[in-house]
């Protein structure tokens, strides 16, 4: 029994790992995206974390302001690559791929896992210009191994729950049209509605209930846990890791319900 459930779960994650891979290859006849995408985080950090670092209060005494705002334009950064993903799932429906994908034995939880770790993969890209540009600005980052193994893991998550989530939008409004409208009125009340650019104690007590249900607010606590040499954790790094391993469950649950109905 051991061994049939080990191969069933072998032949899943080579599933998952052919539809990430088909993925990320269409990366490699369009790689300035990856570039233009850079561009944004690199600017909050030089622009807006080197004016508002000149204003006190804004983050906790123990840390300077632009490494306290690091791991937040990280997590932005993510949040912004993941969340507009489930357009080419559209894409897809419209030029067909997505019934070659749903004509496949693949378990449908399979194909959505797939295009999570893709997002994953861009938003790792990602994490690479902003650690680059941060070394550069004199953030005081943290290089310990495990650390960074455990900021590579909230990337992964944080990127697969919200392109996953960005899916659900797609499966729901099914033209580009209104999923880009959506999408955009979406981002930046996640974006401000979390710790990402100030501490949660300086929000009114109904932003904190807010905050409290935002699964960005615990990527970037913990993101700051393990980035910095002076992080902590607010809620507690195993805590910040379940909410985030929780809400991508849920999401991907829902969205392998609605997926095949793309084509519908």
Known sequence: MSTLRAAAMGGYLT????VAGAEV???RHDPWELVSRAIQPVLWLVLFGEVMAQVRGLAPHHVAY???LTPGILAQSVLFVAIFYGISAIWERDLGVL???LASPA????L?????LSSSVRALSQALVIYLCAALLGVHLNHAPADTAYAILLIVLGAGLFSTFSLIIACIVRTRERFMG???VLTMPIFFASNAIYPIALMPRWLRWISSANPLTYEVDGLRAVMLTS???TYGLAHDVAALVLTAALMIAIASRMYPRMTQ
């Open 15 to 18: 599933q998952v790992l052919a």
């Open 107 to 110: 378990p449908r939880s399979a």
């Open 66 to 68: 632009l490494d306290f």
């Open 25 to 27: 290859s269409k990366l």
């Open 182 to 184: 959506i999408g955009q």
């Open 112 to 116: 959505v896992c797939g295009k999570a």
């Open 99 to 101: 019934h070659r994908y």
């Open 231 to 233: 992080g902590r954790s």
